[in-house]
């Protein structure tokens, strides 16, 4: 089975690309997908853009920029790599939806590769992306009623934590009788073969 590395900020902290480079063991011949929908200006967004030069500068020869929205027949799974930047929670759960993106990913997964999600990008795979309707809430400017996420993975991550929510996320807890997989900024999911460590 492949890798799950969920993060609030993709690669940008150390620790986290440290355990990146160390799964991947070798960068060469791999392809990387970077989904841009969620984000604000798509490829040209500053943070697609980093994850590009990012990826680029650690040696890796195919990158490509995909927008599920313009082409939602894309098949994840061709890549070793699957990056999905954040942005608009309801936004990518949309035209995720819309695309084949549940069944790219889980193959992508089965054949061994390496799925990064970036706040928005690690909150759609898990049962419910309601945490982003209620703490600290993204716009709901697509109209999304139905908060269902893809149930890849049974947690539900609170990206961008820090202490100052913590009420927040511990009401949204006890409202919906379900425990919140918190990270900071700095901090990292990572699930291999069903078990889960957080990289600090």
Do not use: W
Request: glycine share 8%.
């Amino acid at each position: 089975m492949g890798t799950l590395l969920l993060t609030s900020t993709g690669l940008s902290s150390p620790n986290v690309l440290n355990k990146f480079l160390e799964i991947i063991d070798g960068t060469k011949n791999k392809q990387v997908a970077i989904v841009t929908t969620a984000a604000e200006g798509k490829e040209t967004n500053k943070y697609s853009q980093l994850a590009n030069k990012q990826f680029v500068g650690l040696g890796f020869s195919s990158v490509d920029f995909v927008d599920l929205e313009t082409d939602p027949a894309k098949d994840l799974s061709l890549y070793d790599i699957v990056y999905v930047c954040g942005g608009n929670t309801f936004k990518l759960l949309k035209f995720a939806r819309a695309a084949n993106f549940k069944n790219s990913v889980e193959s992508l997964l089965k054949k061994g590769g390496v799925y990064i999600g970036v706040s928005a990008g690690s909150i759609i795979i898990g049962p419910s992306v309601k945490i982003a309707n209620e703490v600290q809430p993204d716009p709901n400017t697509v109209g999304l009623s139905d908060f269902t996420g893809f149930g890849i993975i049974n947690i539900t991550v609170m990206p961008h934590y820090s202490p100052e929510i913590e009420e927040q996320v511990k009401i949204f807890e006890n409202k919906h009788n379900i425990i919140i997989d918190r990270i900071d900024n700095s901090q990292a999911i990572l699930i291999q073969e069903g078990h889960k460590t957080i990289i600090e």
